[in-house]
């Protein structure tokens, strides 16, 4: 009677497999985010009322910006925003966005914000 004498490799080098694909596939996408979110802290605490200097961005359509209330092309959005920032104190860019807008347009948007010097750039959802 003649018994298998060899363990049977091909199930472990195939889990081994397909894990080295799945690391090749996740750490590109790991590395490649270049923006910092920071969520709002959802404690039940009141801050202390402080006095902040921000500059809204509403991004309503791919041509549609409304920079502290008063509409603005998107060509003339990074002279605004670098006339704006030379006069913040904090250069804290708050930007909403709405549901419609495609994510391009939403990331250009940001960059656009970290190119004419925004020290912090935060997302709010409507």
Known sequence: MEGIHEPNMVPLIDVSLVL???L???TPMALQSGIAVSRAASSGRKAMPTRTERIEVSILGSDSIVVNRSLV???ALGARL???LDQSATREVVVRCDDRV???DFVAVLDEAKAQGAASIAVVGR
Do not use: F, N, S, Y
Request: aromatic share 0%; hydrophobic share 65%; net charge positive.
């Open 24 to 26: 090749l596939v996740a």
């Open 20 to 22: 080295v694909v799945i």
């Open 82 to 84: 670098k006339a704006l």
């Open 102 to 104: 495609a994510h391009g």
């Open 73 to 75: 092309a998107r060509p």
